[in-house]
């Protein structure tokens, strides 16, 4: 795309859709009650959400049809629980990440399969990264995980809070933009 200089720059998009409203029918919730809004974010503002677990495993996701080079990303932050999971279905690729740290807890698959990312961006919020060379559709998943494990919850009605999840294209998270119905470049 051409920039507002003039320059040509290479473009992204957000590919999932209510990318921050995930209470919305667009999110599959497994395991979950309904996401809790008006929680406060990484930004200061007042749109993250809490997940809470009923189930052992505990998801919000969305069905995702992109093959290739991918990224999903979300920003999260520890409630009652320690860790988040991001996990590509159709190709059974996931990590569990460490809340307290940003660290690598639980790869489903090894490196260099999978790449992963865990920033802290302060007040205990991270945001977290998953990207894999995919070569089948599925789902995007995001888990609110008890343990180390994706299916380890046994304390229920708690869990942790995410906010603003991105699917885009290429190597790396890109800049977090906000959809609704449809994918935003």
């Known amino acids: 795309r051409v920039n507002a200089d003039g320059y040509i720059e290479k473009g992204y998009e957000n590919l999932l859709t209510y990318s921050n409203t995930f209470s919305d029918a667009a999110w599959t919730k497994l395991g979950a009650d309904t996401p809790i809004g008006?929680?406060?974010?990484?930004?200061?503002?007042?749109?993250?959400?809490?997940?809470?677990?009923?189930?052992?495993?505990?998801?919000?996701?969305?069905t995702r049809n992109q093959t290739g080079l991918i990224t999903l990303s979300v920003y999260a932050k520890k409630e009652e629980y320690d860790y988040v999971g991001l996990y590509f279905s159709g190709d059974g690729v996931g990590v569990v990440f460490s809340l307290i740290d940003g660290g690598v807890e639980s790869p489903l698959v090894a490196y260099p399969d999978v790449y992963t990312n865990?920033?802290?961006?302060?007040?205990?919020?991270?945001?977290?990264?998953?990207?894999?060379?995919?070569?089948?559709?599925?789902?995007?998943?995001i888990y609110a995980c008890e343990t180390t494990s994706y299916s380890g919850n046994t304390t229920f009605s708690e869990g942790i809070y995410i906010q603003d999840a991105m699917l885009n294209q290429g190597l790396v998270a890109y800049p977090y933009i906000e959809t609704t119905t449809a994918p935003v470049a």
């Open 118 to 141: 865990g920033e802290s961006i302060g007040n205990g919020w991270f945001r977290f990264s998953i990207t894999h060379n995919s070569s089948s559709t599925g789902i995007a998943g």
């Open 38 to 62: 008006g929680q406060s974010g990484y930004d200061g503002s007042s749109d993250a959400w809490k997940i809470n677990a009923t189930a052992n495993i505990s998801n919000v996701r969305q």
